[in-house]
């Protein structure tokens, strides 16, 4: 039968999201709908709406979330009626080559994240005899959405759903990009450039993981500021003054990592992090947009640099979702802190006019039912 829900949602590159009522069909085999209580204003769903990355159109927005699972389909194994859960927007099959070698993040269940197909080619969201995909198969812009069980991870029921919404992007890629992908260990020296809502959590895991200096460049104050309340013991507006300082401290060797989350990827960061980075040294690359690796050879050669991209932080959302929100109950992990500002669906444009601004670490929709 369906339902109808309401939903933001962008027509074609370069148009503001829009706010309307679309229809939702019921789960099939092995899918769940959930009503999502609060969704992340991440910086990727910004990419897609301004046209930095490919997507179908016209897409539901949205792929960090945290709700309720309200019906199940046939089949469905992972979660049940009335459970409380966040969306990896990976999902994990758990059986395909990369889940079963401790590689969910790059689950081949993925395949379908830029259409917002699920796998039989069809769609759950539609408008005006229109198919509209969720992105990443998800589309936690919408109150409700139809995702499939891989998609799911169950929480307990006392975690804010704001808070879990968080976990199932910007959070675990930040602190996998330290902690898994740039594999930071105890007294090192680490260098963040950006410092928004994945930023934050880089620096969160570098200090977790033991990092004696935790360098953030970034050119916001306020993302200075709040980039030693997670954790950085030192911040730099400028990437110049940043890398004397890396000179100054560790005596011309250099830093041990790089790790890059930028809002918008671009050429001159990779080249001021390949710079920063001493013998062995990595640069980790999690940020989105067109910059290109362009280094001689000898360069990395005869330091033994290395170049690494990450994709969900190289997490496993089964194993690390649930160890990072143990993690904020033990106070170990600050992510109440990462939420600046909460918005209602109709200001989804706003909340990302203030990121673009620069005065959110991270917003949040609070869906209303």
Known sequence: MGMTTRAAICREPGTPWETTDVELDDPRANEVRIRFHAAGLCHSDDHIQKGDARMRMPVVGGHEGAGVVEAVGP?????????????????????????????????????????????????????????????CVLGTFSQYAVVSEFSCIPIADDIPFDVASLVGCGVPTGWGSAVHAAGVRAGQT????GCGGVGANAVQGARLAGARTVVVVDPVPF?????????????????????????????????????????????????????????????????????SVRAPSGMLIGYQRRVQGA????CNPLHDVP????????????????????YRLEEVNQGYADMADGRNVRGVIVHEH
């Open 323 to 342: 160890r990072l929100l143990d993690l904020y109950r033990s106070g170990d992990l600050k992510l109440d802190e990462l939420i600046t500002r909460r």
């Open 75 to 135: 089949g469905v194994t992972r979660v049940q009626v009335g459970d409380h859960v966040v969306c990896s927007f990976i999902p994990a099959c758990g059986y395909c080559r990369y889940c079963s070698t401790g590689r969910q993040n790059l689950c081949d269940a993925g395949k379908n994240a830029a259409t917002g197909e699920f796998p039989d080619g069809t769609f759950r969201f539609h408008l005006d005899g229109e198919d509209l995909g969720g992105l």
């Open 190 to 193: 680490v260098v963040v450039y």
């Open 311 to 314: 994709i969900f932080g190289a």
């Open 223 to 291: 993302k200075r500021d709040m980039a030693k309340v997670f954790g950085a013991t030192h911040t730099f507006a400028d990437a110049e003054e940043a890398h004397r300082f890396v000179v100054e401290t560790t005596w011309g060797e250099l830093a041990d990592h790089a790790i890059i989350t930028v809002g918008v990827l671009h050429d001159e960061v990779i080249g001021r992090a390949l710079a920063i980075i001493g013998k062995s040294g990595q640069v980790t690359v999690t940020a989105v947009g067109n910059g």
